[in-house]
T-cell receptor, first 117, second 111 residues
Framework: DAGITQSPRYKITETGRQVTLMCHQTWSHSYMFWYRQDLGHGLRLIYYSAAADITDKGEVPDGYVVSRSKTENFPLTLESATRSQTSVYFC????????????????FGAGTRLSVL | RKEVEQDPGPFNVPEGATVAFNCTYSNSASQSFFWYRQDCRKEPKLLMSVYSSGNEDGRFTAQLNRASQYISLLIRDSKLSDSATYLCVVNKASGTYKYIFGTGTRLKVLA
């Protein structure tokens, strides 16, 4: 039961470089999410996807690009990394639930620690 | 005002103590509420969902107060292994899959 995996776990890059963080889930969950976590802030939503080829902006999307050509993959690309994008990035997935007690629980990957120098 | 607010702590309690955390939310249309646990440098993991009538899971009890717009988490008989950060999570609005995470409350259980 692989669940949801992120790669790389750690990444150091330089300002201006393009970086892609990978996220793969084996549950066939409809929804996938990218968050960043910084000191003093809760997890903040960057982008999310309701299904393959459907993506939407979250709270802090600037400087990031996502794609979802397959249900199981949801890569996050920093087109030109900046120091302010140094953070821990978490990918999550959730099944689509309906009904009055639908909870849409999110399951998280182990995270990617990104440092932009 | 933040959409979800938590006391950051730390709450330092002895083993065996009972400890409670509150979390307030601003959007009265929110319908889904959770407590997640996050260990240092790890991913958040679901501790429990919070139901309108309140719910219990072993030593953990969650309550929802819609009138005052807060949820609570009570931990009884604290264990050393309960030391972690507890995140309050609320959906942004009814029917949405967007969730707002609190900054977390840090708990340290002391021997």
């Amino acid at each position: 039961d692989a669940g949801i995996t992120q790669s790389p776990r750690y990444k150091i890059t330089e300002t201006g470089r393009q970086v892609t963080l990978m996220c793969h889930q084996t549950w066939s969950h409809s929804y996938m999410f990218w968050y960043r976590q910084d000191l003093g802030h809760g997890l903040r939503l960057i982008y999310y996807s309701a299904a393959a080829d459907i993506t939407d902006k979250g709270e802090v999307p600037d400087g990031y690009v996502v794609s979802r050509s397959k249900t199981e993959n949801f890569p996050l690309t920093l087109e030109s990394a900046t120091r302010s994008q140094t953070s821990v990035y978490f990918c999550a997935s959730s099944e689509r639930e309906t009904g009055p007690i639908a909870k849409n629980i999110q399951y998280f990957g182990a995270g990617t620690r990104l440092s932009v120098l | 005002r933040k959409e979800v607010e938590q006391d950051p702590g730390p709450f330092n309690v002895p083993e065996g103590a009972t400890v409670a955390f509150n979390c307030t939310y601003s959007n009265s249309a929110s319908q889904s509420f959770f407590w997640y646990r996050q260990d240092c440098r790890k991913e958040p993991k679901l501790l429990m969902s919070v139901y309108s009538s309140g719910n219990e899971d072993g030593r953990f009890t969650a309550q929802l107060n819609r009138a005052s717009q807060y949820i609570s988490l009570l931990i009884r008989d604290s264990k050393l292994s309960d030391s972690a950060t507890y995140l309050c999570v609320v959906n942004k609005a009814s029917g949405t899959y967007k969730y707002i995470f609190g900054t977390g409350t840090r708990l340290k259980v002391l021997a």
